[in-house]
């Protein structure tokens, strides 16, 4: 395969769905979005009131965009202090490797961000539940030990 094919052949173009494509190992809705050979975007929401499940992830890392909502992001890194982010539409984050997170929505409507995670997304094995700051209102995604 040429090198122009290969490039080509690691783009996805798609247009944000309608439906959730799936439900993200935290609970939330999630649509996909573009990709490529290096990374990966994604349409997360989370209704109003609700609070993800507390995760770290194994190898990737994530920048959130918020578009809509009000919430909160708790962020736990491994080399600082754990701090609540306000979340509001505007807001821009970073997720590294290994860092705590679990997030919520404080609004009234969904609140959406547009997340680029990069190496793509490499299935529900990457994330791992842990000890949060809130308490869930949603229920992980359930995955078989198969995934990790």
Known sequence: MSENASRAAAMVDRVLPVLADDVAPDGSQVRLLASASYGGMAHFELGAGETSVAQRHRTVEEIWFVLEGLGQMWRDPIDGPARVID??????????????????????????????????????????????????????????????
């Open 87 to 148: 979340m509001r539409p505007g807001v821009s984050l970073a997720i590294p490797v290994g860092t705590h997170f679990q997030f919520r929505n404080t609004g009234r409507v969904p609140l959406t961000v547009i997340g680029v995670t990069m190496p793509p997304w490499p299935g529900p094995q990457e994330a791992v539940d842990v000890d949060g700051v809130w308490e869930p209102t949603i229920p992980a995604r359930v995955t078989s030990d198969a995934d990790g």
